[in-house]
């Protein structure tokens, strides 16, 4: 499934950059997973090839309470969704209304106030010339936009030749422009 009305075979590329555009990493799945499952995987392959980011950023789908809390507290696990419930008294009928908070909305909470942090904002800005711009020529100039192959081992085979050439072509780019 591509969404709800589309039954077709699509896929969906996940990378990771450095604040050069350099590709540090890249996950192929099918595309009816949602992305917020792939921050976790993604961020552990960097850290286990390269080093710890200092700093991340990312994009609203990878919003989430579980996610903020990984990056946050800087945990390797797997997480659930856990959900604390608080009673408020009103004037309803029995009295209370029964609020649902996540246990990990303070990390929601913490990020949203990191967002503005003008440090925060200029790490942010510079995806449209990172990951963005990585994402944009894979598409347009190195052909994934469209796929001919079949399956995730042949798609993830493609995804890392082509970042690989992306990132030799970036290399000889600046060698060229130092000689």
């Not at 990990?104 to 995806?127: F, M, P, S, T």
């Amino acid at each position: 499934m591509k969404d709800e009305r589309t039954k077709q075979f699509a896929y969906s590329f996940h990378a990771t950059t450095d604040e050069k555009g350099f590709v540090l990493g890249t996950i192929v799945t099918p595309r009816n997973m949602h992305d917020n499952h792939l921050l976790q995987p993604l961020f552990e392959k960097v850290i286990e090839k390269v080093k710890k980011p200092l700093a991340i950023a990312a994009y609203a789908a990878y919003k989430t309470p579980a996610i903020t809390n990984f990056l946050l507290e800087n945990q390797m696990q797997r997480f659930g969704l856990n959900v604390r419930f608080y009673r408020k008294c009103t004037e309803s009928k029995n009295h209370q209304k029964l609020i649902q908070r996540h246990i990990w909305e303070a990390y929601l909470e913490e990020v949203e106030h990191l967002r503005h942090n003008d440090e925060i904002k200029q790490i942010y800005a510079r995806r449209k010339e990172t990951i963005k711009r990585v994402i944009a020529d894979a598409k347009e100039k190195h052909g994934m936009r469209w796929t001919t192959l079949r399956g995730l081992k042949k798609l993830s085979m493609q995804a890392m030749l082509t970042f690989a050439s992306m990132n030799l072509k970036k290399l000889a780019n600046w060698t060229w422009k130092m000689v």
